[in-house]
């Protein structure tokens, strides 16, 4: 089998912004691009979410499987009949869609986990139980995530594979920082495991002085959103921090700060983080998952304990008195990613999954 002769399905379960649906995109647009498989993208989200505009862009194929619960069973199982790999990126389509398998199952099925979290709780490990069978290749994107799941599942005897997410570099053109505040970037769903009040916890402790050279970019919305607003009204009115929302355009996003900074409780292999290095920005990130593996503390940027905001507020101090780090070690970033994190060779790692 060549890979032109492939047809593989990646279910999503939204086409809202994040970093796994971005690798998403860019994963199948690369597939289809380069390597002449016919992939397209299954959402189990809105026909709105803001990423349905991307893929049309890039001319990706995108089925949205809405409706009632055997609608969206039949819409997919026409897409199982259509599609010779089911590639997953998400544990919930995969719940929602055990029944169907139960009758039919795919050709092949392809798990790929993003993040570390267990999913131990509730029914997920009977979930996982009884969709174990049904999984011909599991994929991780850090060796945490691997070691975590197998902890609480034990998959031992199926296949398991590491696979390091991967950058298109092509059209990315990098930041230059010459602004004159430092301008930090936080990227990602406003949730508690991304844990962001931790940032917001570290500029209180800064200096009036130092308050006033630094600037906060939110990118992202969810249910943490009304917490870091209310922490804000209270303890930092002096200082300049916006909430962008959900931005679909990564050169609005990477193009306009300086550093990432990353305060999450657990991750896999970060796509925001490698996306910004990518740009040139250099990273300050907790400690946790796949983070250090992407981000070289004193060289390409910092690492700091999880829930540290002390720790962070110090980083964030240097950084301000000395502002010739924000292009040397964006530099050095930039490098990293170019040289270890290819979109084709990540992509070239699923091919021979699914062959």
């Not at 593989?8 to 995109?25: D, M, T």
């Not at 990353?262 to 991750?267: C, G, H, Y």
Request: proline share 3%; aromatic share 10%; glycine share 6%.
């Amino acid at each position: 089998m060549t890979s032109s002769s492939l047809s593989v399905a990646h279910i999503v379960s939204s086409l809202e912004v994040g970093g796994a649906e971005r690798f998403v995109i860019d994963l199948c647009y690369v597939q289809k691009v380069t390597l002449g498989i016919d992939a397209c993208i299954v959402s189990f989200g809105k026909e709105t979410d803001k990423l349905v505009p991307v893929c049309n862009k890039l001319g990706i194929k995108v089925f949205v499987v809405n409706g009632s619960r055997f609608k969206k069973l039949f819409t997919f199982y026409n897409v199982m009949k259509s599609y010779s790999i089911i590639h997953s990126h998400s544990p919930y389509p995969l719940k929602f869609l055990l029944p169907l398998f139960f009758l039919k199952k795919p050709k092949k099925l392809v798990y790929t986990r993003h993040g570390a979290h267990p999913f131990d709780h509730e029914s997920w490990p009977k979930v996982h139980r009884m969709l174990k069978p049904y999984v011909d290749e599991m994929t991780f994107v850090s060796q945490e995530g691997s070691t975590v799941f197998q902890k609480h599942h034990g998959w031992s005897e199926k296949s398991i594979s590491v696979i390091d997410n991967g950058v298109n570099l092509l059209n990315i053109k990098q930041t230059q920082h010459n602004a004159d505040n430092v301008r930090l970037g936080s990227v990602g769903r406003m949730v508690e495991l991304k844990h962001q009040i931790c940032l917001l916890r570290a500029t209180k402790h800064l200096p009036k002085k130092y308050q006033k050279k630094i600037e906060v970019n939110f990118f992202g919305d969810g249910p943490s959103k009304d917490v870091l607003t209310e922490f804000i009204e209270e303890n930092l009115t002096d200082v300049t921090i916006y909430f962008h929302g959900m931005v679909s355009n990564r050169d609005d996003i990477y193009g306009v700060i300086d550093a990432l900074v990353v305060t999450s409780e657990t991750e896999g292999l970060s796509l925001a983080i490698m996306e910004a290095m990518a740009y040139g920005c250099l990273t300050i990130a907790s400690n946790v998952g796949g983070n250090s593996r992407l981000v070289d503390h004193n060289i390409n940027g910092w690492l700091f304990n999880y829930d540290d905001d002390k720790k962070l507020s110090e980083i964030l101090i240097k950084l301000v008195d000395e502002k010739h780090l924000l292009n040397e070690m964006g530099e050095k970033a930039h490098l990293k990613i170019k040289e270890n994190f290819s979109l084709e060779t990540c992509a070239n790692k699923y091919l021979k999954l699914y062959l």
